[in-house]
Structure formats: C-alpha cells, structure tokens
C-alpha cells in the first residue's frame, strides 16, 4: 500500500530587524515559532553600525567633511566664509545622501518582502514582526 505523505502548509511570518542591531532576537522568534509558522528573517547591514547617524547624515560623507576640513586647515586654506560654507555644504550633501540611502533600501525591502510573500495561497499574507527601523521599513 502507497503512503502518502501530505506537508502541512504553513502562514508566513516575516521578522525585521531594527538599526544598531545584528537580529539574534529573529533567531528566538523563530525558535518560539517555526512549529507553528514559516519563518522568514529580514536584515539588512547598511544601519547595523551607527544607525541613528546614518538614518539623519551618511557616515562616510561626514569622514569626507573630517578630512578635507582637516586637510584644509592644515595648509591654512579654510579661513573666513570657506570656514562655514564648505562644512556647511557637507552636511547638506550627508542629509541627501542619507534620504537616498533610506529611499533605496526601502524599495530593496519592497522587493524582498513581496518575494517573501509569494505563494501564500489560501493562506492569505504573511504576517510581519518588526522592530526600530524594521518598523519603519514595514510602515
């Protein structure tokens, strides 16, 4: 006589990890809940390290202002306005670059997450935890 084998289907649970943070909680939600779920872990590692900073100002735009100020000082060329305008510009270029970061990894995440989601079925969509910027992202 034939066995017949049938897999249980599962509803989709997709965690998202938050700034400054490797998402080792993801692994203890998905321990509590892969008997009941399909587990899915989201992470990305653009906001793992300085992650508020690099939510408001692009890190390495501010190591560009550090250096070229620093360089510029050195050799007694950032005197007068120059003193305030081209520290003032890099700022205003880490804000823009910061606003492209976020704009680009959620459009990554848009992706991603209708990846995912895919093959749902009858199940209907999955369900999404999330935390800090993963929140954000979900939003």
Request: aromatic share 10%; net charge neutral; glycine share 10%.
């Amino acid at each position: 006589m034939e066995e017949r084998v049938t897999r249980q289907l599962k509803q989709k649970i997709i965690t998202v990890h938050g700034i400054s943070s490797d998402g080792r909680w993801q692994t203890e939600v998905r321990r509590a809940l892969e008997p009941h779920f399909e587990c899915q872990e989201v992470k990305y590692g653009e906001y793992r390290n300085l992650g508020p900073l690099a939510l408001i100002l692009e890190p390495r735009s501010l190591l560009a202002l550090l250096v070229v100020t620093y360089v510029l000082a050195l050799f007694g060329v950032l005197e007068g306005p120059l003193l305030f305008v081209l520290p003032g510009a890099f700022l205003l270029l880490a804000y823009f670059l910061a606003s492209h970061q976020r704009r680009t990894l959620l459009q990554r995440f848009e992706e991603d997450l209708a990846k995912l989601g895919e093959n749902g079925g009858d199940l209907g969509p999955p369900h999404v935890i999330a935390h800090c910027f993963g929140t954000y992202l979900t939003g």
